[in-house]
């Protein structure tokens, strides 16, 4: 198991431990009377003949009766965490979290939007609130021991209180699709300087025009396409700037700004040959600065 | 050895054209009722009304009540799981946007 | 031995090999049609529930969705489909009185409910679809509607369309059963097939009688 | 009409035809048998590729497109095609008429329209593998099964005509127990092997339609949108998982209660001693039958339905657990003071025991909610399901098959290769599926294509593992092939069972029973 980072994760690893005891122990009690008696009871000639029993109420009785308070001991168990998942904490720093085919976008009261990662102070609870832009994805942080499934058309909440500084790793836990495996995220947990710092800045602070691009490329884009000339979900990058592109419909165009920029803003409007219009749309979501970026980075890919 | 002769009671005509008559008065019966804005309770007394109607077919149109009670039991079965699945789906949804404090 | 006054030569029902008699296989019958309708009950049930589930979220839509309905159509079909399920219990009746003449009559009622029944759901099929109330996506209605009434539409199609589909099935196994009467097949010793229909016919009957309330008379 | 001496239902017609139009129970049986195996050996071909593919971390053999489309038809057709119609259409169809003294089911026509629904329906959906496969998971849930726009629809198609298969088995069986029971034999005098035949039609009957209503919903939903379980009209995708869950977890028992039925006929009759608990066990099948209809939430802890609603899923759920764990300790206790012989059957049934029981502690673990939060949609869940159905249900096919072979061909089956067979499926199972509960606590999710290289080791061994079980079920296919050609005759009773099918020849007579058999005891008087 990852090494738990709050406290909630810590409970949960000593009802998970417990169960994990119980578990060993009983397969054990089950498997060696099995073994047991089959050692003992090994047919030795040929018309053995075995004993006549057919039941024993006052030992099915127990062994029904054990088993069931041991259910009902680790179901209130659970129960009580359960409740402590659920019941989200009034003063939490709200986090909006938007899962996309295949990316998270976080986005902060302040208005500070940052894709693939999180960064949030350590010993405050956090609470996100989560929607989904088409599919159903889960946001799972294996470290807090937490899930939650994202549903589009309406929000779920989740909250954790991590206690150590670190980097842990997000997974997509509900397929989502072609690259349902490749919809990771990093939440960086930092001090709370260090936090209010970098709430504060602008992501492309003192970055050129194509470094904001790559930025942009390296956090949203990289899962569907390459740099090279190579095929992945969309086309490759590689001399796209200026050159001829057969579109779906026969036609075809010059990639130059404006096809770029409307290729990001309305994808399905100009489909390249042989692809599926499975490109969604970055409306809203990318900003003057972070498109134009994009353009000049792509025109540098010769 | 015909099916008659065994002790198969077979329902009289009367109570058929009778059961009839029923239906059509309840028929009528929740259409009317449907006229007044009773709220929430419109739906209850729609149902209510069906479900009566429900039994008179099934108990005699469907010989029901003449039958060995397998059937009937086949029948009650099929709602009630019917009830389980409508049961645990509406609580689900009706207790899903506040999180009532159930410790 | 009852003798019927009509037939030339008696009808006698061949028993299959693995049943002991004509009674056992009578009951085997009747049992296994039973546990058909318990799937019936249980395949119809799915869209009820989700049905009154939806109607709880969205009580307004559906209510206005539901003034496009005529509920005198609705009511005609009701009174239609109770009196088939008459003319087929009676049929079932005369079968067992051996009176094959008011058995074929019977039958011919039941089938022309049906006709009447589907003429009058395609007519109101007809008028939703030229004024463009049609389910979800191909909801094109002139004025505006509530925000969720598409979805009503799309439960009318689905409820009632299945619906209609099994009334056509019934209507099929009536014409069969209106063929296997004229040769004479049923009598006192053998009216199983009549039952098995009658009962499936009465169950189609049964969900109308709750689709009618829950679709038509919407708050 | 009794067949002369020598005339059995395999010999006394032949030709194709009398085979595809038989209306004999046996026969039935035995074409679902090919046709289980087939499709079982589609399926694991498309579970071996899976595990090439996780092999390593990276593209290995086929793009993420191509491997979600192998995870989406090794579940569907293993479910579908597989597991549910496995026990009770092949070894039910052909010993629940024997077992209960009956000359065949009740509704033989139905009995062979469920088998041509069956091949019809897989068809269907090996043709979407043809138009452009389907990518959803065997789950299809919605909104994604709603936008892919590949041959999701027509595997749809297909596994709703599957469902019918499923239907008008448990319809026939039900009636057929009810109506069809030799004289003296009471409902507490059949093998237990019937009762857990009869819980399971109970199950297939009730919660099929309902998968048949929502699969054609979801047909409706991509054809014409009628936009019940799609957010964006309205509709409602947890909505789906209750409607799908409704049939699916009652599904989970359709294909274990009847495995159970085979383990205890195995464990009384080589184990030559009285079932321990005849009542409990007869009891707990039809008490999970019962309590499978409630605890379909579990499925869905984390899927946006309310804490309320969880913690009584979780509830029922540890309710279900119980006559489960009844089952295997009566199992266990019927070994005391017994005389056991260890041939292969035999050894598949304590195989069952051991993986089951790992299956059902692991059940619990995941019926805890605060735990289930951690697992759900990880390689835990693929694990605990994979032991509880392959090393419950497959290995209950593989023994019962062993076990029952000499009365279905005659002839008997090759004992050294039957128990390599065994070692093989039981070390590859454990080399495949332990890995993944560790990768599972570990948080690795489930359905990935590509994972982090920190699961790459354990990967590695699950992959190895995996095709030693490819390897053990080829052994399997060769010991019956070799036995159904190549066998020595079989005596009637080879294993001295009490049952009734053992009382009458091997294999046996189209109307099952030269005289009707009258039963006085219970089934497994062994005195």
């Not at chain 1, 700004?257 to 803003?265: D, G, P």
């Amino acid at each position: 198991m990852p090494p738990e980072a709050t406290d909630l994760a810590s409970k949960v690893d000593a009802l998970y431990s417990f169960l994990l005891w119980a578990s060993f122990i009983s397969t054990m009690l089950v498997v060696g009377g099995l073994t047991y008696f089959a050692i003992k009871y090994k047919r030795t000639d040929k018309n053995q003949k075995s004993a006549y029993i057919t039941h024993n109420n006052t030992l099915e009785f127990l062994w029904s009766f054990i088993p069931f308070l041991i259910f009902m001991g680790v179901f209130a168990w659970g129960w009580v965490l359960f409740h402590d998942m659920r019941n989200m904490p009034a003063d939490a720093l709200e986090v909006a979290v938007q899962g996309q085919q295949w990316d998270w976008t976080f986005t902060y009261k302040n208005g500070r939007r940052s894709s693939g990662e999180m960064v949030i102070p350590v010993n405050q609870p956090v609470k996100l609130v989560m929607a989904s832009k088409d599919v159903i994805h889960s946001f799972y942080i294996p470290a807090f021991r937490l899930k939650q499934d994202v549903v589009p058309g309406r929000y779920t909440t989740l909250w954790f209180q991590p206690k150590y500084k670190g980097e842990y790793q997000v997974f997509c836990a509900e397929f989502c699709g072609r690259q349902h495996s490749g919809m990771l995220a990093k939440i960086k947990v930092v001090s709370q300087e260090e936090f209010d710092e970098w709430l504060g800045n602008d992501p492309y602070k003192g970055l050129s025009m194509v470094e904001v691009g790559h930025k942009v490329y390296s956090t949203r884009c990289v899962i569907c396409h390459n740099l090279t000339d190579k095929k992945l979900v969309g086309p490759g990058w590689k001399d796209l700037f200026g050159h001829q592109v057969e579109l779906a419909d026969g036609s075809t165009v010059v990639a130059d700004e404006n096809y770029i920029r409307e290729s990001i803003l309305n994808p399905n409007a100009k489909i390249v040959k042989g692809f599926p219009p499975a490109m969604p749309t970055f409306a809203g979501q990318l900003d003057e600065q972070e498109i134009m970026g994009l353009v000049e980075f792509i025109k540098t890919l010769k | 050895m015909s099916l008659k002769s065994e002790e198969h009671h077979i329902i009289p005509l009367k109570s058929f054209i009778g059961v009839f008559f029923a239906l059509l008065f309840l028929t009528v019966l929740t259409v009317v009722a449907a006229q007044f804005n009773m709220g929430e309770w419109n739906t209850v007394v729609a149902m209510l009304i069906a479900s009566i109607k429900a039994f008179f077919v099934l108990a005699y149109f469907m010989h029901l009540k003449v039958d060995d009670k397998v059937f009937l039991v086949c029948f009650l079965l099929a709602v009630f799981f019917l009830i389980v699945m409508y049961a645990f789906s509406v609580v689900d949804i009706y207790t899903r946007v506040g999180v009532s404090n159930i410790l | 031995m009852s003798t019927s006054n009509t037939t030339t030569q008696e009808y006698v029902h061949h028993v299959a090999h693995h049943f002991d008699s004509a009674e056992e296989e009578y009951r085997t019958s009747k049992f296994g049609l039973w546990v058909f309708l318990m799937t019936e009950i249980l395949m119809f049930g799915g869209l009820f529930v989700g049905y009154i589930i939806f109607r709880g979220i969205y009580s307004e839509a559906f209510a206005e969705a539901s003034k496009f309905l005529d509920w005198r159509l609705g009511a005609i079909n009701t009174v239609v489909l109770i009196f088939s399920s008459l003319t087929m219990v009676l049929s079932i009746y005369y079968a067992q009185h051996n009176q094959k003449a008011k058995v074929l009559l019977n039958l011919y009622i039941t089938f022309f409910c049906g006709v009447i029944f589907m003429c009058i759901k395609a007519y109101e099929y007809a008028h939703k679809i030229h004024e463009g109330l049609l389910p979800g996506h191909m909801f094109h209605y002139s004025e505006q509607v509530a925000a969720h009434a598409p979805l009503y539409f799309s439960f009318y199609f689905c409820m009632t369309g299945m619906h209609g589909i099994h009334v056509m099935v019934g209507m099929g196994f009536i014409l069969w059963l209106i063929r296997r009467a004229h040769r004479g097949e049923f009598s006192s010793n053998y009216f199983t097939p009549l039952e098995c229909v009658g009962l499936f016919w009465h169950l189609v009957d049964l969900i109308w009688i709750y689709l009618f309330p829950l679709l038509y008379l919407v708050g | 009409m009794s067949s002369a001496p020598g005339v059995n239902y395999l010999n006394e017609k032949s030709g194709l035809w009398s085979w595809l139009t038989t209306l004999d129970h046996k026969r039935i049986g035995i074409m679902y048998m090919i046709a289980v195996f087939t499709f079982f050996a589609i399926g694991g071909t498309f579970a071996m590729l899976m595990r090439w593919e996780l092999f390593s971390a990276g593209k290995n053999i086929v793009e993420a497109q191509t491997y979600n489309e192998f995870m989406t038809f090794h579940g569907a057709i293993m479910a579908f095609m597989v597991i549910i119609p496995g026990v009770p259409a092949f070894l039910g169809n052909f010993f629940l008429p024997l077992m209960i003294g009956a000359r065949d089911v009740a509704f033989p026509r139905i009995n062979l329209l469920s088998w041509y629904c069956l091949i019809i329906g897989a068809a269907v959906a090996f043709y979407s593998l043809i138009y452009n496969g389907a990518d959803t998971g065997w789950t299809f849930y919605t909104p994604y099964s709603i936008k892919t726009d590949n041959g999701t629809t027509i595997l749809v198609a297909g596994v709703f005509i599957l469902g019918f298969s499923s239907i008008l088995t448990g319809l026939n069986f039900i009636v057929t127990v009810h109506k069809l029971r030799a004289p003296g034999m009471t409902f507490f005098r059949m093998p237990l092997f019937i009762w857990g035949l009869y819980a399971t039609a109970i199950m297939q009957v009730m919660a099929t339609p309902v998968l048949g209503i929502t699969l054609l919903l979801l047909i409706a939903e991509r054809t014409m949108g009628i936009g019940f379980f799609d957010p964006t009209l309205g509709g409602d995708p947890v909505l789906f998982q209750h409607f799908f869950w409704f049939y699916s977890h009652p599904a989970v028992y359709i294909m274990v209660l009847p495995a159970m039925g085979v383990i205890s006929e195995l464990i009384t009759c080589y184990s030559r001693k009285t079932i321990f608990g005849y009542r409990a066990i007869a009891w707990s099948s039809v008490g999970i039958a019962a309590v499978s209809f409630f605890v379909w939430g579990h499925h869905m802890f984390v899927s946006g339905e309310s804490e309320v609603v969880a913690i009584l899923f979780s509830f029922m759920t540890m309710l279900v657990g119980v006559p489960t764990a009844i089952k295997v300790f009566n199992w266990t206790a019927t070994l005391y003071k017994g005389s056991i012989i260890f041939n292969a059957p035999m050894l598949f049934a304590m195989g069952f025991i051991f993986l089951f029981t790992i299956g059902g502690v692991t059940g619990i673990i995941l019926a805890v909610t605060a735990v289930d939060v951690h697992f759900h949609d990880t390689y835990f869940v693929v694990a605990h399901f994979h032991y509880v159905m392959v090393g419950g249900t497959l290995m209950a096919i593989a023994g019962g098959m062993y076990h029952w072979m000499p009365k279905m061909f005659g002839r008997m089956y090759n004992e050294f290769w039957a128990r390599i067979s065994f070692v093989l499926i039981f070390v590859g199972f454990n080399v495949t599926f332990f890995p993944q509960f560790v990768l599972g606590a570990m948080g690795m999710p489930r359905r990935y294509y590509d994972y982090l290289p920190v699961f790459q080791p354990l990967n590695r061994i699950s992959s190895i593992g995996a095709w030693t079980i490819g390897i053990g079920f080829l052994v399997v296919l060769y010991v019956i092939l070799r036995c159904i050609f190549t066998g020595e005759k079989a005596p009637d009773n080879p294993w001295g069972a009490t049952t009734l099918e053992w009382q009458t020849s091997s294999p046996p007579p189209h109307e099952n029973f030269l005289t009707q058999p009258v039963v006085t005891g219970g089934p497994y008087e062994y005195k």
